[in-house]
């Protein structure tokens, strides 16, 4: 009787939703008694417990659009760590959370629980078994840690995500990662064969593929273990049927839990059903994982398309080809890239087109994958529609093709003129030969939607990537997302696809699971979570009886940042301080440890609060307030920031370009705002003006700053560190040198040569060497007579309207060489960031502002510009770019300048040299600063011989090279004088340490005679 049978379905679906309600209910209002659990944990932990509100600011949300606060935060040495803290997590009730890089983008990694960080510790690769093709590994190890070791073998883990500079294993077995390569590797799922996990209830046990009569042996057992096996066979049992019906079978069905794996044809893989579930059934305590071959030779195919559907068309076929990577993305990726400024030259060299596919070959050797290639090529030209087609062999050429596609969520993320992007729809699939069709139907629904959003992915597989701007702030905007999320789930259901292609549901996509599933796979979904974790402890919320995708919104109808008034304007983020703490995605970029600027100071302390990114979150938190409630006081923030180098590898390295130098200032000059600065502020952050007085009688100061006992005195009232030396001042400013020489030339192009503060009153040799360097190059070179300085330390110490003074006296000094267009070079890359970047942010509506910022050029800069045809120097060398240099002006042209030399030389990949300005100087920041520069620059120097010339063109990465090593390195402007001088080295009459010390020891001595009759005479 169909009437009865429609009855029992609403039975059976009311039983189930009150089973949901009682789960949602027994979460219910926390009732963790935090403070005491913090307490116990304190005292079985051996790793870091942190339940204060900044720590847990930090972990507030994910790369995803939510935010939940979490109770607390463990990082555990090790596995018995893990199990300690489960353990009493278990006996007070609290939900908990395991997190890698936190880079998930659907809201699994963020939620009211302990959060378990295995990041810190619990990052080693135990094992590398080549002749069997495994790899043993902890939960927190970064993936291209484990990928640079297997690659010495030629081996490789195929899943590569984007993020795989530092995303984690863990991270990765949580979501079910996958990448470009999964197209030759699989899934992560794939790839992993056994598991140590725990579960809140305290078993610990290893899980893989379990033969028929180990699992029957294991059901025997009467222990939780044994009902583990016995209940998951059950579920097999009962549900096989319709997983093998409903889980659509594509590449990339990431989403819900991977029953699949239990059907008796994938051998009952209790390990690979167990990944992907987000943290909601176990915590994984190590993993063993499968490596594959990693082809040594590779070439890309760059194919440009009328439009991006018709290319996808072509996919099946391509397919056939056996390709190990194929990407794409659309013309909406590459204005926004236009708009950025970013990548114009790996750009224009693809081919015509206003869509992309990027191919990838592999092979033994390079014949073998370029044969392939060939093959596809072949094929294309016989296509109704050919693709204008790129072929890329070299590697770098390469390198710098896959860089375009890389930049996808960055270069979608606050495009200027543009509403912010947001994830929410970011990572759909389909199966591949029904992609074309998908994205010209989801284009159709965005459009009626009113949305924007560029198409970019793993488009070999049907996975698609793109960022929308919705809007999350206001209620009508908020249900218009729902409505959206509602139709594209539907449409992604028609074309066989899945909600998500690898980024996993989290809350993001779960609340549509039922849709994809049906309820009773739903069901199943639920009592697979319930064997696991039958209180709901773990990750709850996420995957399984979740929150709506609209709830917990990290913006939402609540989101009201304090008005604020600052002395930035940010003309790039709306003129709004709030926008700018939007601007971190959280792609954790910030959190890799090798190479370029960004961030320095996490590289050697690996803590999330010394990332960009924890900087970021903290600063959105104090403008929302409600956790961090002290506003611009605010003592968290002001820890936070205090290892910030401000170094600017943020704002060059960043995909947002988040401007953690900007906001570190902006936020000083409030927090010290009618209250005293710490002592090295004044004493170092206000160095013009001691320079200035110190250069009236510069021997007598550098005979105090170096006389034992008084230079140790100086040092300990200014704050600086004791293994420091104070700088030497010059006899001899550069601007008197310059003033007593007068200028060579009357005519040539005229130019101002900026006197730094540094050049002029420290380092003059360098000044003096680019004079004679501009008039060789047949310039007429002019020097300001009046005192200025561009304030570059003042930023650091947040004394903004000092720094405004300032910049507004240069400019009206300036005004008429600035109206005439007459270029302004500058020698120390710091100040030539200030005019590039912080005059605009404080002048955004002042054109001479803008002029200047337009005119000043670094020598390098300005000698390309000229064609100077540099004399010749046949010398090796070791390049230092300063960071301001890489991060706001780029060393294209000073390395244009280095090969016209002749030079050999290496630019290092050196990121910061931790002197950074005044930081290194300061009593508390000297270690952080030899740690940062002994990362890879300074052994880097020591090693090199020496004939090798170290070029450093920023004073304060000089300076640490000079006092940490036995080698002086040079500016750019006097290698190019020693060219000019036949190779030889002009030597300057600075004033060497050398020479300044039987003074200083004469000096010192005298003060010390002076206080010991002193004493003698108050004995007396
Ligand atoms: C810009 C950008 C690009 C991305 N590109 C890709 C891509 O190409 N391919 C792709 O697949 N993904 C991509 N992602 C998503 C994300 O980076 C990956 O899923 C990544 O593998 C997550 O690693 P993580 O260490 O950051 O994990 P986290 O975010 O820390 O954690 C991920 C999940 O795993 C759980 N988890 C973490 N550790 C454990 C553990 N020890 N035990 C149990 N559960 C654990 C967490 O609770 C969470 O649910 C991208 C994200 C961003 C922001
Ligand atoms: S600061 Fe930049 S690199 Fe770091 S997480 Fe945020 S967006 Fe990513
Ligand atoms: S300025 Fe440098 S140290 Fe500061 S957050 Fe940015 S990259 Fe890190």
Redesign the pocket.
């Known amino acids: 009787m169909p009437e009865i049978a429609v009855l029992l379905v609403f039975w059976e679906d009311a039983v189930k939703r009150v089973a949901v309600l009682n789960r949602k209910a027994a979460l219910g209002p926390q009732v963790t008694d935090g403070a005491a659990l913090e307490r116990d944990l304190r005292a079985r932990v051996r790793g870091e417990v942190r339940f204060d509100r900044g720590s847990r600011a930090l972990y507030t949300t994910?790369?995803s659009n939510y935010r939940q606060v979490p109770i607390g935060v463990v990082l555990p040495r090790d596995a018995d760590d893990v199990v300690a803290t489960v353990e009493l997590c278990r006996r007070y009730g609290a939900p908990v959370?395991?997190?890698?890089?936190?880079?998930?983008?659907a809201g699994?990694?963020c939620n009211t629980a302990v959060i378990i960080d295995?990041?810190k510790y619990m990052n080693n690769l135990l094992e590398l078994d080549v002749e069997r093709r495994r790899a043993r590994v902890q939960?927190?190890l970064i993936?291209d840690d484990l990928r640079s070791a297997a690659e010495r073998y030629h081996l490789t883990f195929g899943?590569?995500?984007?993020?795989h500079n530092?995303?984690?294993l863990?991270?990765?077995?949580?979501?079910n990662?996958?990448?470009?390569h999964a197209l030759m590797a699989g899934k992560t799922a794939d790839n992993v064969e056994e598991l140590e996990i725990l579960t809140y209830d305290g078993i610990r046990m290893r899980v893989g593929k379990t033969e028929d009569d180990e699992l029957e042996r294991l059901i025997q057992t009467t222990d939780r273990r044994g009902e583990i096996y016995a209940r998951l066979k059950q579920l097999r049992d009962t549900y096989g049927g319709l997983i093998r019906g409903r889980f659509p079978d594509i590449p990339r069905r990431v989403s819900g839990y991977n029953l699949d794996q239990l059907l008796p044809e994938h051998g009952f893989h209790v390990a690979r059903a167990l990944v992907g579930?987000?943290?909601t059934c176990?915590?994984?305590?190590e993993a063993t994982v499968r490596l594959v071959s990693s082809p040594p030779a590779r070439t890309l195919l760059v194919l440009g398309y009328p439009d991006i559907y018709t290319g996808c068309d072509q996919i099946p076929g391509m397919l056939t080809f056996q390709p190990i990577g194929l990407e794409g993305f659309d013309e909406l990726l590459i204005h926004d890239l236009e708009k950025k400024g970013l990548h114009a030259e790996e750009v224009a060299q693809f081919p015509r087109g206003r869509g992309w596919l990027l191919v990838e070959f592999g092979g033994e050797d390079q014949r073998e994958a370029d044969g392939r290639a060939q093959r596809l090529i072949e094929w294309l030209q016989g296509r109704s529609v050919t693709p204008d087609i790129r072929y890329f062999r070299d590697p770098t050429q390469q390198k710098l093709a896959w860089s375009v596609r890389e930049s996808a969520?960055g270069a979608t993320s606050f495009v200027p003129g543009e509403a912010p992007t947001w994830p929410g729809w970011e990572d759909s699939a389909v199966p591949p030969e029904r992609l074309g069709a998908y994205l010209r139907e989801l284009r159709h629904l965005l459009d009626s939607f009113h949305y924007r959003g560029s198409f970019y992915g793993?488009f070999g597989q049907g996975c698609l990537h793109s960022r929308i701007n919705f809007d999350l702030e206001t209620k009508r905007g908020i249900e218009t997302f729902h409505a959206f999320l509602e139709r594209a789930t539907d449409l992604v259901l028609k074309y066989g696809g899945s909600l998500s292609g690898?980024?996993?549901d989290?809350q993001a996509r779960a609340e549509f699971l039922p849709k994809m599933f049906g309820n009773e796979l739903v069901e199943a979904f639920r009592e697979f979570k319930a064997i696991w974790d039958p209180d709901w402890k773990l990750?709850p919320g996420?995957l399984v009886d979740p929150y709506r995708a609209d709830e917990n919104l990290r913006l939402g109808t609540a989101y009201n940042p304090m008005p604020v008034k600052t002395h930035f304007q940010f003309p790039d983020d709306e003129g709004s301080f709030a926008h700018a703490t939007l601007r971190c995605?959280?792609?954790?970029k910030c959190r890799r440890l090798e190479s370029g600027t960004m961030c320095p100071s996490f590289m050697v302390t690996r803590e999330e609060e010394h990332t960009t990114r924890g900087r970021a979150r903290l600063l959105f938190e104090m403008m929302q307030g409600d956790l961090l409630s002290q506003g611009w006081r605010s003592e968290k923030v002001r820890e936070a920031l205090d290892l910030c180098l401000a170094c600017k590898g943020c704002k060059g390295d960043c995909?947002v370009n988040v401007d953690m130098a900007t906001y570190k200032a902006e936020f000083l000059s409030h927090y010290y705002q009618g209250r005293l600065r710490p002592r090295t502020a004044y004493s170092m952050g206000l160095i013009y003006w001691w320079a200035r007085l110190a250069s009236h009688m510069p021997r007598i100061v550098n005979c105090v700053t170096h006389a034992p006992g008084l230079s140790s005195l100086v040092k300990l009232v200014g704050g600086f560190a004791q293994e420091r030396h104070v700088p030497l001042f010059a006899t001899q400013t550069f601007k008197r040198w310059f003033q007593h020489r007068g200028t060579r030339r009357t005519e040539g192009t005229r130019v101002v040569l900026w006197p730094d503060t540094f050049h002029n009153y420290l380092k003059p040799e360098a000044a003096r060497a680019a004079v004679e360097v501009l008039e060789a190059a047949g310039c007429q070179v002019v020097v300001p007579r009046q005192s200025l300085c561009c304030g570059r330390p003042l930023y650091d110490y947040g004394f903004l309207d000092q720094a405004k003074r300032l910049m507004r006296q240069i400019l009206d000094t300036l005004a008429p060489e600035i109206e005439a267009g007459v270029p302004v070079v500058v020698l120390e890359p710091s100040c030539a960031a200030v005019f590039r970047d912080e005059l605009r942010n404080l002048f955004p509506h002042d054109e001479n502002a803008k002029r200047l910022s337009q005119q000043m050029m670094l020598l390098s800069e300005f000698l390309e510009q000229q064609g100077y045809n540099v004399p010749k120097l046949q010398r090796k060398a070791l390049v230092h770019g300063h960071c301001h240099h890489k991060a706001i002006m780029k060393l294209r042209d000073e390395e244009a300048i280095l090969r016209k030399l002749g030079l050999d030389f290496q630019v290092l990949d050196s990121g910061c040299c931790g002197m950074a300005g005044a930081f290194g100087f300061e009593k508390d920041h000297y270690a952080i600063s030899m740690k940062v520069g002994e990362r890879v620059l300074l052994p880097a120097v020591r090693q090199a011989e020496d004939e090798t010339l170290i070029i450093a063109d920023g004073f304060s990465c000089r300076e640490q090279i000079e006092q940490t090593t036995e080698r002086r390195a040079l500016h750019l402007a006097q290698v190019i004088q020693m060219a000019l001088h036949g190779g030889q080295e002009v030597h300057e009459p600075a004033p060497e340490r050398s020479r300044v010390l039987p003074l200083a020891l004469l000096s010192g001595a005298l003060a010390l005679g002076g206080l010991l009759v002193w004493r003698q005479w108050r004995k007396r």
Do not use: F, W, Y
């Open positions: 994910d790369a959370l395991a997190r890698g890089g936190g880079t998930s983008l699994q990694c295995m990041s939960p927190g993936l899943p590569d995500p984007a993020t530092h995303c984690t863990g991270g990765m077995i949580g979501n990662s996958c990448g470009v579930s987000e943290s176990a915590l994984v305590l969520l793993h690898e980024h996993g989290g990750n996420k995605v959280g792609v954790g995909p």
